[in-house]
């Protein structure tokens, strides 16, 4: 090519020059905005991509564009295939509140100050209101009114303690007439709290809600059985503690095969037939903060709520709305719309998700030419999507708005599991756990009531429960059975004072077990003062047959004694008596 020279001296020659020189300028400049134009048309693509897929199938660049995402089975939502690239990460899990024991449970220092901040004295005293108005219904058919005398919270706590003393046995099934035992081959506490039928009465007594209205408020709520005192449990739960990082939502089947109208069938269940109940559970604590259970479809009124998952999980997580919490739960629950609602709500969600959601690139759902162990990731809108092949023939389909990256957790090795399966591992046991837990030491009895079924699993979350706030108040800390027989000692405590001193009718075998448990005031009773009630001496019936009734028993073995067949001793020799025998005197009156 001939280099051609320029006459600076000559205008034409520097308009030339001039003309080239701005041509270059321009084309700099051109370059600079072909550059920032290429990332603000990036951004503008991956709107465009989301909002407009009609202009992108009729570009001549289908082929490029149509490489970097994935179109859903519905022909609308478009996956991409990298993540998105941020500057920083959206504040889903920023944590407002620090999971820590809350409320008066605070103060709780002893096993049955835990279980009291979950079943609250009003709890309780509903209970025995509700129960001793069923008794009085019910005591004209029994011919021994000592039997079906009204009840009181000391005696409904003991009740409870049996129930879980039973549990920590594993013997909730055992008939009661083994735990109760004859000739000392059964369980001594049992028959120191309370005698066998006494028991049996309050078992088919127990009531949740006043009979007189149950008919009016059935009408418009299959649960008024107990629907009052099971959201007051509900209440005590959530005010109680508040949850981790990372909870589970999954069902809960507590075993019924009796007539219920929402009894259900999972096969999958260990009871296959129970009565369906939805749990929010601390995935690491396994604590149950929210529970709500299945009564199918409820009568119009304020208690027909939606079944759909999406509004289940509403309902259980609205006290967590804002929190930074994240929330675990398997592919019944998925969906698109609630991941978004969730995440409104600065909410986290991990889940599987069923591969016949219309959201979902036929790619992932499709194993044809996967290898064993290969993942497909795509991010859409906030949300991860992950297809891994664990077996031949096999895929896993995970959705999340935790995670936005295609990160592999290097500790699974060969197995190359995605981080987003890696975590769902290890948070989906939440309600499994609390599950398994209730069922290893179960307070659950044989009944044909479904209420009972509903109060005994509050029984056994509630056991956990107490435990958790136990641990966490940085008491002693105990596995869980020992707990239980903590508990329930504390629990039937109230009672074993009341009938160590009150021994009238209760065999001398049990009142010389009792006398342990007696209070301290009562201790040292002075040896003239008279009983309560007169009985007949055992030394008379049995030596002549008389029937002479006495004030006065023996305080060694708490057998009747009159005073022609007592021995006097003066206060020297009482106290030197009462060392030789620990406490107890050859011959006094009955407490």
């Known amino acids: 090519m001939e280099r051609k020279m320029y006459n600076l001296s000559k205008q034409l020659d520097v308009e030339e020059v001039t003309n080239m020189l701005l041509d270059d300028r321009d084309l700099t400049l051109n370059e600079d905005l072909g550059e920032e134009s290429e990332i603000d048309s990036h951004d503008e693509v991956e709107e465009c991509v989301l909002d407009s897929e009609t202009e992108q199938d009729g570009d001549s660049g289908e082929d490029e564009e149509v490489g970097s995402y994935y179109i859903g089975k519905d022909k609308n939502t478009k996956w991409n295939k990298k993540p998105f690239q941020k500057k920083r990460r959206e504040p889903l899990n920023i944590i407002t509140h620090l999971p820590a024991v809350i409320g008066t449970a605070r103060n709780a220092k002893t096993a049955v100050e835990c279980w009291n901040s979950i079943f609250t004295d009003d709890i309780l005293d509903s209970i025995v209101t509700y129960t001793n108005q069923y008794i009085d219904i019910i005591k004209d058919k029994y011919i021994c009114n000592r039997t079906i005398k009204p009840t009181d919270e000391i005696e409904l706590r003991a009740f409870f303690g049996l129930l879980y003393l039973a549990g920590a046995y594993r013997a909730n099934r055992q008939s009661l007439e083994e735990l109760w035992g004859k000739d000392g081959d059964g369980v001594e506490k049992f028959s120191l709290v309370m005698s066998i039928n006494r028991f049996k009465i309050l078992i088919r007594c127990l009531r949740f809600d006043d009979r007189t209205t149950r008919t009016e408020r059935k009408t418009h709520d299959r649960l008024a059985p107990i629907r009052d005192i099971f959201q007051r449990f509900v209440v005590s739960c959530k005010q109680s503690y508040y949850p981790g990082e990372n909870l589970t939502i999954?069902?809960?089947?507590?075993?019924?095969?009796?007539?219920?109208?929402?009894?259900?069938?999972?096969?999958?269940?260990?009871?296959?037939?129970?009565?369906?109940?939805?749990?929010?559970?601390?995935?690491?604590?396994?604590?149950?903060?929210?529970?709500?259970?299945?009564?199918?479809?409820?009568?119009?009124?304020?208690?027909?709520?939606?079944?759909?998952?999406?509004?289940?999980?509403?309902?259980?997580?609205?006290?967590?709305?804002?929190?930074?919490?994240?929330?675990?739960?398997?592919?019944?629950?998925?969906?698109?719309?609630?991941?978004?609602?969730?995440?409104?709500?600065?909410?986290?969600?991990?889940?599987?998700?069923?591969?016949?959601?219309?959201?979902?690139?036929?790619?992932?759902?499709?194993?044809?030419?996967?290898?064993?162990?290969?993942?497909m990731f795509a991010f859409h809108n906030g949300k991860a999507l992950v297809s891994y092949v664990p077996h031949a023939k096999k895929i896993v389909l995970l959705l999340s708005t935790l995670h936005d990256d295609a990160a592999i957790d290097p500790g699974t090795g060969a197995e190359k599991n995605p981080e987003i399966i890696t975590f769902y591992n290890a948070t989906k046991g939440g309600v499994d756990t609390a599950d398994q837990m209730c069922s290893t030491f179960n307070v659950s009895r044989n009944i044909k009531?479904?209420?009972?079924?509903?109060?005994?699993?509050?029984?056994?979350?509630?056991?956990?429960?107490?435990?958790?706030?136990?641990?966490?108040?940085?008491?002693?800390p105990l596995r869980r059975r020992l707990y239980l027989k903590k508990l329930a000692h504390e629990l039937v405590l109230g009672e074993l004072r009341r009938r160590s001193v009150k021994t009238i009718g209760i065999p001398s075998?049990?009142?010389?077990?009792?006398?342990?448990?007696?209070?301290?005031?009562?201790?040292?009773?002075?040896?003239?003062?008279?009983?309560?009630?007169?009985?007949?001496?055992?030394?008379?019936?049995?030596?002549?047959?008389?029937?002479?009734?006495?004030?006065?028993?023996?305080?060694?073995?708490?057998?009747a004694i009159c005073l022609t067949h007592a021995k006097m001793v003066c206060n020297s020799c009482y106290l030197l008596c009462k060392c030789d025998f620990s406490g107890e005197t050859s011959a006094s009156t009955s407490d």
């Open 250 to 375: 999954d069902e809960m089947l507590p075993g019924f095969r009796g007539r219920c109208a929402f009894r259900q069938y999972i096969p999958s269940k260990p009871n296959k037939y129970g009565i369906k109940m939805y749990a929010l559970v601390d995935a690491s604590k396994t604590y149950t903060y929210n529970l709500e259970v299945y009564a199918g479809k409820q009568p119009e009124g304020p208690y027909c709520v939606s079944n759909k998952p999406i509004d289940v999980v509403k309902r259980l997580a609205e006290p967590l709305f804002r929190s930074g919490r994240n929330i675990t739960a398997d592919n019944w629950f998925t969906s698109c719309d609630l991941i978004d609602y969730l995440k409104i709500q600065k909410l986290s969600y991990v889940g599987t998700v069923r591969k016949n959601k219309r959201e979902l690139p036929p790619q992932f759902v499709s194993v044809k030419e996967r290898q064993q162990y290969s993942s």
């Open 509 to 559: 075998r049990l009142q010389v077990q009792l006398k342990r448990f007696r209070p301290e005031d009562d201790g040292e009773k002075s040896p003239s003062a008279p009983p309560h009630k007169r009985r007949r001496c055992t030394t008379c019936q049995t030596e002549s047959g008389t029937r002479r009734l006495s004030n006065y028993e023996c305080l060694k073995c708490h057998k």
């Open 449 to 476: 009531r479904w209420p009972m079924v509903i109060f005994f699993a509050m029984l056994n979350l509630g056991g956990i429960n107490s435990q958790v706030i136990y641990l966490e108040n940085k008491l002693e």
